[in-house]
């Protein structure tokens, strides 16, 4: 399984950015699909999470109505939409793949060991 996550970079503050992960040895239609972010000093943090079926949606506190998760599933990409973007954002983004949904809502129990598979990280860089 491969996650290739890209669409980082630097960007000003209000501005925005879609982050793309395309995969392979996996379909985005059989996994659960999330994105991550992990700041300088900080823990990673769960960002948004899509369902397998593509039909329900979830978002950390601190991104929702800014953040926007999808998927191409001719593509086997998922993305994240970045608007309203703050200096609060800029971070290691991961992608991420679990065989079940609510593993994402029980990250803060069981850390990274708990999502199936992680992609290597994008970074995003939001100035002031």
């Known amino acids: 399984v491969q996650l290739q996550a890209s669409g980082g970079g630097l960007v000003r503050a209000g501005g925005s950015l879609r982050l793309s992960c395309a995969a392979s040895?996996?379909?985005?239609?059989?996994?659960?699909m999330g994105w991550f972010r992990q700041a300088p000093g900080k823990e990673r943090e769960f960002v948004a999470a899509l369902s397998g079926s593509g039909g329900s949606t979830f978002y950390g506190d601190s991104v929702k109505g800014r953040f926007t998760i999808s998927r191409d599933v001719a593509r086997n990409t998922v993305y994240l939409q970045m608007n309203s973007l703050t200096p609060e954002d800029t971070a290691v983004y991961y992608c991420a793949a679990d065989r079940r949904y609510s593993d994402y809502g029980d990250y803060k129990y069981h850390g990274i060991g708990g999502i199936d598979y992680w992609g290597k990280g994008t970074l995003v860089t939001v100035s002031s």
């Open positions: 040895g996996l379909t985005v239609r059989g996994y659960a």
